[in-house]
Every structure is written in structure tokens, then in C-alpha cells.
């Protein structure tokens, strides 16, 4: 098989049916050649089995990483999927958000060396997540406004993300008071400068710990570039059981520690230090 150009990495955790129109969202891709590394927080047997049968009808590689369930360690599992990646560029992305078919070629366009990229999502509520098929991700009218409002998506100025394509998200993008920064739902960079600062910081938990890469990438003196108005992805909606007030005070700390001393690595990634 060629060595694949983009790996993909997408977290899960017990959420078979998202992971099933994510995996097929892949599967319509026009840029092909990819491979997708599933970075699995310990999710049981029936995300393995999906994984497999699914292996067997799309047309790319998966790479299913998983270790034991030991609660929300995200940034673990993380690290373990980059070191599995072949390619010499990383997309970020999770078990949630259904790419467009020009998802991977915007990332291809953009990327450039000594820079990050920071897309955005567009979030879905709970019925319309339900709602779409295999059949409406081959189509790509999933990503219609007109037919996510016929199926009860309300009106709002971030419509635009799924409204305009080419110059004119090119000029979202210049606009946006949002910053660039690295978005664990959809985020891009070079393998070497992700090594470099040493992946995630293990000790983080939920909340903040995808920024906190990015911000010790911009230590780095890695530059970031928005494009959250031309890589596009579908958010489904879901609970967030595991998110807690202790683990956002723990990576606050960090993340202020992180953006007051300019530190580029962490003693608590893939390399323990």
C-alpha cells in the first residue's frame, strides 16, 4: 500500500452510531490518501467490532488504537495515536463531527510549514444528529442548510460556515474575531513540531487540554492560520458526562503556567520525563 500522505486522527468512546456516519463521512472523501487512526478512550467491545466490519467497506486504512477504561484520559490515548500515525501530517478530529467531502483537501491546500491550522464545527441539535443517514452523508445533503433547516435547524449568523465555499469563506476566515487556535474537533500540523513539544500534556483531563498543545506549538514559534470557514465539519450532539469543574481548574493552572514561562514541551506527554 502507498504511505499515506494525511493521517486522520479521530477520538472516540463508546459512541458506536456517531463513529459509523464520521467513518462514512471519510469514506467520501476526494482527497485519497489517508489513513484514519482511531485514538479509543476504552470503549468495550462493540466499538472494536464496528471497527472492523467498517474496515472491510471504506476505502482507506483504520488504525484502531484503544487502551483499558481509566476514566476520561483523552490526552492518553492521544499520544498513543500520534506515535501509530504513518503519515507526516496530522489532522485532529473526533467521534462526533462528520467531515465534508472537501474536509481533508482544505487541510492539504492550507497546510505549510511553521504553521498550524485551526478549523472550527458547525453544531448540530439532538434530532437533526439523529436524523441523518449513510445515505444522506454519500449524498453530502447533510451539509445543506436548506435541508438542515427543513429538518428543523433554527436560523444564525454561523450558517455562513455551511453557506459559502471558496473567496468567500476565504474571507470569513480574514474576518473572524475567533483565533486561531488548535481545536481537537478539527485541527492540522506537521508530526515533527507535535513531537517536538511532546503531544499532549497527560495530566490534563477535559477542558482546554487541545489548546494547551497548541499554545506550547506557538512557543514553539509555530504560526497558526484560521480556516474555520473551509474545513468543515458536522458536530453531533450528545451528553457531556465527563466534564467536571476539578479537571478545568487542574488545566487551567497548566494552561496559564504554559502561556506565562513560553514553555514548548511537557515533562507529561509521549516521552515521561
Known amino acids: 500500500m502507498m504511505k499515506p500522505n494525511i493521517s486522520v486522527i479521530i477520538s472516540t468512546y463508546n459512541s458506536v452510531e456517531w463513529l459509523k456516519k464520521v467513518l462514512w463521512g471519510y469514506n467520501q472523501q476526494t482527497y485519497i490518501n489517508f489513513e484514519v487512526v482511531i485514538a479509543d478512550d476504552g470503549s468495550i467491545e462493540e466499538t472494536k467490532n464496528t471497527i472492523d466490519t467498517l474496515s472491510k467497506k471504506v476505502k482507506y486504512s483504520i488504525t484502531h488504537v484503544w487502551h483499558e477504561d481509566n476514566g476520561f484520559q483523552k490526552s492518553q490515548i492521544l499520544n498513543k495515536a500520534i506515535v501509530a500515525c504513518k503519515a507526516p501530517y496530522i489532522i485532529m478530529s473526533d467521534g462526533d463531527c462528520i467531515p465534508r467531502k472537501d474536509f481533508i483537501q482544505v487541510h492539504d491546500t492550507y497546510k505549510e510549514e511553521g504553521y498550524f491550522l485551526s478549523g472550527g464545527y458547525f453544531m448540530l441539535p ?6 441523518i443517514t449513510k445515505k444522506d452523508i454519500e449524498s ?8 438542515l433547516s427543513e429538518n428543523g435547524l433554527t436560523k444564525s449568523f454561523k450558517n455562513n ?3 459559502h465555499t471558496g473567496l468567500k469563506a ?7 474575531p475567533t483565533k486561531p487556535t488548535w481545536n481537537g474537533h478539527n485541527a492540522s500540523g506537521w508530526k515533527k513540531d507535535i513531537i517536538a513539544i511532546n503531544g499532549f500534556d497527560e495530566r490534563m483531563q477535559y477542558g482546554g487540554q487541545d489548546r494547551e498543545l497548541g499554545e506550547r506549538l506557538v512557543n514553539l514559534g509555530i504560526k497558526s492560520k ?15 458526562g465527563y466534564a467536571n469543574k476539578e479537571s478545568w481548574k487542574i488545566n487551567n493552572g497548566i494552561r496559564k503556567n504554559t502561556r506565562s514561562t513560553k514553555v514548548n514541551t511537557t515533562k507529561y506527554g509521549i516521552v515521561k520525563k
Open 140 to 147: 453530502n445533503i447533510c451539509f445543506s442548510i436548506d435541508w
Open 226 to 240: 484560521q480556516i474555520r470557514y473551509s474545513a468543515i465539519v458536522i458536530h453531533l450532539d450528545h451528553p457531556r
Open 161 to 163: 460556515k455551511l453557506k
Open 170 to 176: 476565504k474571507f470569513l476566515n480574514f474576518i473572524t
Open 126 to 131: 439532538m434530532n437533526v444528529s439523529n436524523l
